[in-house]
């Protein structure tokens, strides 16, 4: 990745500068969006109409604040948020460790399944199993040989695909927009709670959010210089998906609104087969490419973002326990800490090489295979959302912790706004894991 990397150091000014170099953050939000939470979405809207829009909006308000957090700590620190986490102490880098390598064994075989199911509805031929499994080694493959930038082009061709598709058919299903207004309002219809802890915490992300300052680092973006590039392009990755979810649920409520659709149906393609029946077979087929742009930037997203994670977190597991006060260092000089992290620390040019790297990639892809023979997809996918909840709160009280000490530079500090933001986020995201428990298993 090395001669990818940005050449150009000085951070851009004006606003049509910054958006061009607008990338990480988009990338960040719409690897978060797999097919659970287009279920989860498409389920809501059939339940409850759009009268739960707001939670869609407060979801992506909250991922905003997240994403900015993880880009900030990066910008104003020289470090990477594995560095943080090593900095709070080896309980946050050991349950790290423990998490993403559960969390990878069961993804690896939701995201294949994902993939598998538009595959399998748009050629057939094979079975979702084995469509999965070609997605997987596929993904493995262009994962293995990419560079970043050319990752960062290929991956947004997707998302514009994805976006146009399903934006598309939003306005072709002609929504009333006096009740999409109306579905700004907060309200909690009876038995819709779970529904909107769901969509809140279905915009864009969980463990792959980790994943935005390893992808600024491959871009070039160092120093507080870039905190109002970083979040230009954060605040547009959630923007659009924010209203990609939101397309989701007006089509689900126009659609399916009244059928009795549970999150383990196979409900997407029920959602195609409506979409063929009533505006002809060109609007199924559109929906499915969306669908399939949908779960591949998932599945290429994660293999490459959540391998970075690992592979950095090898390296700071073996840092010695001084390593963690030239870190600390940062407090009144943060230069100084920068320069410590890059003479000892993350790589960026020799991460997509190194045997961590390649070895989680494989991790991701080989093992689950095994899982794909429950010919259950969606029930993984849930069981994925599981885990994705259990990280969100950790990543939120980290974020407060790091964000407010004197690692980070003083701009680079969390003001009110932040701090609000981050413990909202971290309190609604431990319900989310909590009443998802007990959903599902009290």
């Given at each position: 990745?090395?001669?990818?990397?940005?050449?150009?150091?000085?951070?851009?000014?004006?606003?049509?500068?910054?958006?061009?170099?607008?990338?990480?953050?988009?990338?960040?939000?719409?690897?978060?969006?797999?097919?659970?939470?287009?279920?989860?979405?498409?389920?809501?809207?059939?339940?409850?109409?759009?009268?739960?829009?707001?939670?869609?909006?407060?979801?992506?308000?909250?991922?905003?604040?997240?994403?900015?957090?993880?880009?900030?700590?990066?910008?104003?620190?020289?470090?990477?948020?594995?560095?943080?986490?090593?900095?709070?102490?080896?309980?946050?880098?050991?349950?790290?460790?423990?998490?993403?390598?559960?969390?990878?064994?069961?993804?690896?075989?939701?995201?294949?399944?994902?993939?598998?199911?538009?595959?399998?509805?748009?050629?057939?031929?094979?079975?979702?199993?084995?469509?999965?499994?070609?997605?997987?080694?596929?993904?493995l493959v262009l994962v293995w040989a990419q560079r970043y930038h050319v990752f960062e082009k290929f991956m947004t061709v997707l998302v514009l695909i994805k976006f146009v598709s399903v934006v598309s058919i939003a306005f072709l299903v002609s929504p009333d927009l006096g009740e999409l207004a109306n579905g700004l309002v907060p309200r909690l219809p009876e038995g819709s709670l779970i529904y909107v802890l769901g969509l809140i915490g279905g915009v864009g992300?969980?463990?792959?959010?980790?994943?935005?300052?390893?992808?600024?680092?491959?871009?070039?973006?160092?120093?507080?210089?870039?905190?109002?590039?970083?979040?230009?392009?954060?605040?547009?990755?959630?923007?659009?998906?924010?209203?990609?979810?939101?397309?989701?649920?007006?089509?689900?409520?126009?659609?399916?609104?009244?059928?009795?659709?549970?999150?383990?149906?196979?409900?997407?393609?029920?959602?195609?087969?409506?979409?063929?029946?009533?505006?002809?077979?060109?609007?199924?087929?559109?929906?499915?490419?969306?669908?399939?742009?949908?779960?591949?930037?998932?599945?290429?997203?994660?293999?490459?973002?959540?391998?970075?994670?690992?592979?950095?977190?090898?390296?700071?597991?073996?840092?010695?326990?001084?390593?963690?006060?030239?870190?600390?260092?940062?407090?009144?000089?943060?230069?100084?800490?920068?320069?410590?992290?890059?003479?000892?620390?993350?790589?960026?040019?020799?991460?997509?090489?190194?045997?961590?790297?390649?070895?989680?990639?494989?991790?991701?892809?080989?093992?689950?295979?095994?899982?794909?023979?429950?010919?259950?997809?969606?029930?993984?996918?849930?069981?994925?959302?599981?885990?994705?909840?259990?990280?969100?709160?950790?990543?939120?009280?980290?974020?407060?912790?790091?964000?407010?000490?004197?690692?980070?530079?003083?701009?680079?500090?969390?003001?009110?706004?932040?701090?609000?933001?981050?413990?909202?986020?971290?309190?609604?995201?431990?319900?989310?894991?909590?009443?998802?428990?007990?959903?599902?298993?009290?």
């Amino acid at each position: 990745m090395a001669s990818d990397i940005a050449t150009t150091t000085t951070p851009p000014t004006g606003f049509g500068a910054r958006v061009k170099q607008v990338g990480p953050g988009l990338l960040a939000a719409a690897t978060g969006v797999g097919a659970g939470d287009l279920v989860a979405t498409m389920v809501a809207g059939a339940r409850f109409g759009t009268v739960l829009l707001w939670a869609a909006v407060l979801g992506a308000a909250l991922k905003l604040a997240l994403g900015e957090g993880v880009g900030r700590w990066n910008l104003a620190s020289g470090a990477t948020l594995l560095d943080g986490w090593r900095r709070l102490g080896y309980w946050a880098t050991v349950f790290f460790g423990i998490y993403i390598v559960i969390w990878g064994f069961v993804y690896g075989a939701t995201a294949m399944s994902a993939v598998g199911l538009p595959l399998n509805a748009l050629f057939g031929g094979l079975s979702v199993r084995y469509w999965a499994m070609i997605a997987g080694v596929v993904g493995l493959v262009l994962v293995w040989a990419q560079r970043y930038h050319v990752f960062e082009k290929f991956m947004t061709v997707l998302v514009l695909i994805k976006f146009v598709s399903v934006v598309s058919i939003a306005f072709l299903v002609s929504p009333d927009l006096g009740e999409l207004a109306n579905g700004l309002v907060p309200r909690l219809p009876e038995g819709s709670l779970i529904y909107v802890l769901g969509l809140i915490g279905g915009v864009g992300g969980t463990i792959t959010m980790a994943a935005y300052g390893y992808w600024m680092i491959a871009k070039g973006w160092k120093g507080t210089g870039w905190l109002a590039t970083m979040r230009l392009d954060n605040a547009i990755g959630y923007i659009m998906t924010a209203i990609f979810v939101i397309a989701m649920l007006i089509v689900g409520a126009e659609i399916l609104l009244g059928q009795d659709l549970t999150e383990s149906d196979t409900g997407l393609l029920t959602l195609g087969t409506e979409l063929g029946a009533r505006y002809g077979e060109w609007a199924r087929i559109l929906f499915l490419v969306g669908f399939l742009a949908v779960t591949s930037t998932s599945l290429l997203g994660t293999w490459n973002g959540v391998s970075l994670l690992f592979t950095d977190w090898t390296r700071t597991i073996r840092l010695p326990h001084g390593a963690k006060a030239r870190i600390g260092a940062s407090a009144d000089s943060p230069g100084a800490a920068a320069a410590s992290v890059t003479s000892t620390g993350y790589q960026a040019a020799a991460a997509e090489k190194s045997l961590p790297f390649r070895a989680y990639l494989l991790w991701l892809t080989l093992p689950p295979m095994a899982l794909l023979f429950f010919d259950r997809p969606f029930t993984l996918t849930l069981v994925y959302g599981v885990m994705g909840a259990a990280f969100m709160p950790f990543l939120g009280v980290t974020l407060i912790l790091l964000l407010n000490s004197k690692l980070v530079t003083p701009e680079g500090r969390s003001g009110w706004l932040s701090n609000i933001m981050l413990t909202a986020a971290s309190a609604l995201f431990f319900v989310l894991l909590v009443m998802d428990l007990v959903n599902r298993f009290g």
